[in-house]
């Protein structure tokens, strides 16, 4: 079973229900906030051990066979290449997304897709078990695909945190979760945010169950939007200074169990 | 003066930070702000905006489109069971390489630009990508209005959209809360605005939390000032409004920048 734990705008408490989750459902937490994991400082946990790094392929000139005609320039979509007359093309490598359409479209075989690495995995042994992806920062393209294959062959069941967001990252990993929850904060930018993720959940065919984060009264607003949606809200957690505080001492989970 | 208010996590404050400040120097000098958060701009919410005078749409990228049932392998995993899954789409092209016939690459909607008075802010459209093309949008847009002060209220962590807000900066405020996740992210955050060579300051919210954290922070980190955690300021957010009790820090740290 694959949960995604999502929502649109930062801070609503996606992270503490991911670890919620993880202590009722006894799955593999994943981190995927590559560029500000924090699932393991949230539980007072260290990184823990590198199980494995994680590579991206960045297109690469192959000089012997190139005739610097330029095609690969004028073809890449990400503007990852930079071309003058008479000159070799450069490759950008904070561009490159390491499609490989240069390399198909190059008439004289001078571009080959080399291994780069571009990231770390860790997994902690502690309580949940967290599987933490890193990344030096560029593109996290191959980042969140790593960490979810390497996240099955550790587990069946594993419950993916996503970053804030309604990028094309959190939806990679909406798209392949059996189960997704959106995680929102009783405001009205907590709304604006919950309407986008169920829109971006539609365009994928999920229907996610909502949680509402910082409850303070009336949810009026928020069940109609899920009914819009066909959605259910399945989780209210009332705000509380104790919570905050609890959140900020590494301890969450002891008060909201 | 073009000043970048930013943190490496979420929900730590920035856009009443940005709110807060925008509403302190427009009494006294021209002021922009720029809500660079495409993907869940917020900042207006702070301000009481409802709505926009102005939207501009933006076709930055393009998709892969087709009837048919492709054979191809998606190298960002945008096509399963030989169909394309849009939102997953990164416009590379290779699709369309590998099956002309099969696929067109059409312009996607990338977003929108709005603007209410002084107040620019992107709006990514779910699934695209481009937060950082939307904010050299966002800065040419602001440009248009005559203004001495630029305030950017930049997105969460340190992705493209917020290294396009603040490298440009001439000063930035790194708002962080006492608590581990947001620690961890403090020194993330330093680092990209040390490495493009903005001075900066720390603003320090919700004081009260975790007192040991706190004084980590101070002891470590030049601090603008320090805003006391309250219930208070979530109220005053729901009601769409920038809470009082901060007007008059808020001046104080412009009279400090200044």
């Given at each position: 079973m694959i949960y995604a734990v999502c929502g649109g705008k930062g801070g609503t408490g996606k992270s503490t229900f991911s670890l919620l989750l993880a202590k009722q459902t006894g799955a593999l937490l994943v981190d995927t906030d590559a560029e500000n994991p924090n699932l393991h400082a949230l539980t007072n946990q260290e990184l823990g051990e590198k199980i494995d790094d994680i590579f991206s392929k960045k297109a690469v000139v192959v000089k012997e066979k190139c005739?610097?005609?330029?095609i690969c320039a004028d073809r890449c979509r990400f503007n990852a290449i930079f071309w003058s007359p008479g000159n070799y093309p450069i490759i950008m490598d904070e561009l490159c997304e390491g499609c490989g359409l240069c390399q198909l479209v190059c008439p004289f075989g001078a571009i080959k897709m080399e291994k780069v690495k571009v990231g770390e995995l860790y997994l902690t042994n502690g309580n949940p078990r967290i599987l933490t992806a890193t990344t030096d920062?560029?593109?996290?393209?191959?980042v969140i695909p790593t960490a979810i294959e390497k996240a099955k062959e550790i587990s069946k069941d594993f419950i993916l945190d996503c970053p804030a967001g309604i990028h094309c990252n959190m939806l990679h990993q909406m798209e392949e979760a059996d189960e997704v929850y959106v995680v929102t904060e009783q405001s009205p930018l907590g709304l604006q945010a919950l309407k986008e993720t169920l829109q971006a959940a539609r365009e994928l065919g999920k229907i996610p169950k909502i949680v509402i984060n910082k409850a303070t009264g009336d949810l009026k607003e928020f069940e109609k939007t899920a009914n819009e949606f066909g959605a259910k809200i399945v989780k209210v957690i009332p705000y509380s200074d104790k919570i905050a505080k609890a959140y900020a001492n590494g301890n969450i989970l002891e008060v909201l169990e | 003066m073009k000043i970048a208010v930013l943190s490496g996590k979420g929900g730590v404050g920035k856009s009443l930070v940005s709110a807060s400040l925008f509403k302190s120097i427009s009494r006294k000098e021209k002021t922009v702000a720029l809500d660079c958060d495409a993907d869940n701009p917020c900042l207006r919410f702070w301000l009481g905006?409802?709505?926009?005078d102005k939207e501009h749409p933006l076709y930055i990228s393009e998709k892969a489109v087709s009837k048919e049932m492709l054979k191809t392998s998606c190298p960002f995993g945008a096509i399963k069971n030989g169909k394309i899954i849009l939102p997953l789409c990164h416009g590379c092209g290779v699709c369309k390489e590998q099956e002309p016939k099969k696929v067109e690459m059409k312009k996607s909607l990338t977003g929108w630009i709005r603007q209410k008075g002084n107040l620019f802010w992107g709006q990514l459209r779910p699934g695209e990508t481009g937060s950082g093309k939307i904010v050299e949008e966002l800065k040419k847009m602001g440009n248009e209005i005559e203004h001495n002060i630029e305030i950017r209220d930049s997105p969460a962590g340190l992705g493209c959209g917020t290294k396009a807000a603040v490298r440009d900066v001439d000063f930035g405020l790194i708002v962080v809360e006492p608590a581990p996740s947001s620690l961890v992210a403090l020194k993330g955050t330093s680092k990209l605005l040390s490495h493009f060579k903005v001075p900066y300051k720390v603003i320090l919210n919700k004081v009260g939390l975790n007192e040991k954290i706190e004084n980590h922070i101070r002891k470590n980190y030049r601090i603008a000032t320090e805003i006391p955690y309250k219930r208070e300021v979530f109220e005053s957010l729901q009601k769409m409004e920038t809470p009082k009790f901060l007007k008059s820090r808020f001046e104080k740290i412009w009279e400090g920048l200044i």
């Open positions: 005739k610097k005609c330029g920062g560029g593109e996290a393209g191959q | 905006v409802n709505d926009f």
